[in-house]
């Protein structure tokens, strides 16, 4: 098993950036499959990015261009790298691991993106 702590969430003007980590416990994290998801009040959380075992990345539409997830198998930790961020990022963030018929969450980091 494994768990999952997220971390640099806060608040950003629009057009600014955070880094988001997401440090896991346990063995084997080299072969997860990794995401981040968010999640907006009153709205379905949604797939914002995701990293194969073997850094193979993909992103929702409306974030591709602006973030990057990325991981550090030796710090046991993905990263979502968020630039030009705008209000509608305003969510809750998750972390997610997958490794075939399991998976884990996260608690979740706030992202605010306001003025």
């Known amino acids: 098993q494994v768990q999952l702590v997220e971390s640099g969430g806060g608040l950003a003007q629009p057009g600014g950036s955070l880094r988001l980590s997401c440090a896991a416990s346990?063995?084997?994290?080299?072969?997860?499959?990794m995401a981040w998801y968010r999640q907006a009040p009153g709205k379905q959380r949604e797939l914002v990015a995701h990293?194969?075992?073997?850094?193979?990345?993909n992103y929702t539409d409306s974030v591709r261009g602006r973030f990057t997830i990325s991981r550090d198998n030796a710090k046991n930790t993905v990263y979502l790298q968020m630039n030009n961020l705008k209000p509608e990022d305003t969510a809750v963030y998750l972390c997610?691991?997958?490794?075939?018929?399991?998976?884990?969450w996260g608690q979740g980091t706030q992202v605010t993106v306001s003025s």
């Open positions: 997610n691991a997958r490794l075939q018929f399991y998976t884990a």
């Open positions: 990293i194969t075992t073997v850094d193979e990345t």
């Open positions: 346990g063995r084997l994290f080299s072969q997860y499959a």
